[in-house]
Nanobody, 119 residues
């Protein structure tokens, strides 16, 4: 059973920063690339960033240079440091395992954490 618990969201002014956390099942964390996703109102969920087990990162163009994904293997936790936030970053943020999302029958998501960027 995959467990994903996101936290750290909130209301922040444009230009501000937030750090999101995602606690995961130890059974998956050490095996798979982890990813952060977001879904804005009225839009499809999109992948924001990924990090492999060896620490290689990848970012969507819209957040490149502003967001940093990292992982703490001792805590089975993946983080998303979000800097220079913009109103268009407003969304519910989720973490998940990109590989598992490609598997038939897998549709496990956590509750997400709301990020609102507004003055």
């Amino acid at each position: 059973q995959v467990q994903l618990v996101e936290s750290g969201g909130g209301l922040v002014q444009p230009g501000g920063s937030l750090r999101l956390s995602c606690a995961t099942s130890g059974s998956i964390f050490n095996i798979y690339t982890m990813g952060w996703y977001r879904q804005a109102p009225g839009k499809q969920r999109e992948r924001v960033a990924t990090i492999t087990t060896s620490g290689t990162t990848n970012y969507a163009d819209s957040v490149k240079g502003r967001f940093i994904i990292s992982r703490d293997d001792t805590k089975n936790t993946v983080y998303l440091q979000m800097n220079d936030l913009k109103p268009e970053d407003t969304a519910v943020y989720y973490c998940n395992v990109p590989f598992l999302l490609l598997q038939r029958g897998y549709n496990t998501w956590g509750q997400g954490t709301q990020v609102t960027v507004s003055s």
